[in-house]
């Protein structure tokens, strides 16, 4: 009889550890948003499954639910063109204590919560001037630009190295 509670017992423990990503990151985030060259912007965003949240007067960070796919964010201030992103979503860090230690049903379970991927935070971005701005914000908003297009060509770079090292 002992034998039996011991192993029910196992099997609650790995079926409660399976979740990791769930229980230590939970199925909703904050994420921030910095508009570099127009602090104050007024965002909104919308994923996948139709929620909407809202970032006014940036930066500043909005608790999003994880897992609904990707969330298209478009950021407005006066002076400037309204700009839309795309933020795609990607493996939450709790994931590989899922598949370490708790196999399946973890992964399964944090899948199925949203807790299996997050949005990368913050979700920085510049906004072109109107026409009717000074030589100096464009220069700025050039020199932004190129600034966030090399980072983000040098984490796409190390996200494609990292997955050609994978098995």
Request: aromatic share 4%.
């Amino acid at each position: 009889m002992k034998s039996v509670s011991v192993a029910i017992l196992a099997l609650c423990a790995v079926l409660l550890l399976a979740a990791c990503a769930t229980i230590t990151q939970g199925t909703s985030q904050l994420l921030t948003v910095e508009v570099l060259n127009a602090p104050g912007s007024q965002c909104r965003g919308t994923d996948a499954a139709g929620r909407s949240y809202a970032w006014a007067n940036t930066p500043v960070s909005t608790t999003v639910e994880k897992g609904n796919g990707p969330l298209t964010l478009r950021c407005d201030h006066e002076g400037f063109e309204s700009s839309t992103v795309i933020v795609e979503s990607r493996t939450a860090d709790g994931l590989a204590g899922n598949i370490l230690f708790g196999g399946g049903v973890g992964l399964i379970v944090d899948s199925m919560s949203g807790a299996a991927v997050e949005y990368p935070s913050p979700v920085r971005l510049v906004l072109k001037p109107d026409n009717t701005a000074s030589p100096q914000k464009q220069a700025e908003y050039a020199r932004l630009k190129a600034q966030l297009d090399a980072e983000a060509k040098a984490q796409a770079e190390e996200e494609a190295r990292y997955a050609d090292e994978e098995p």
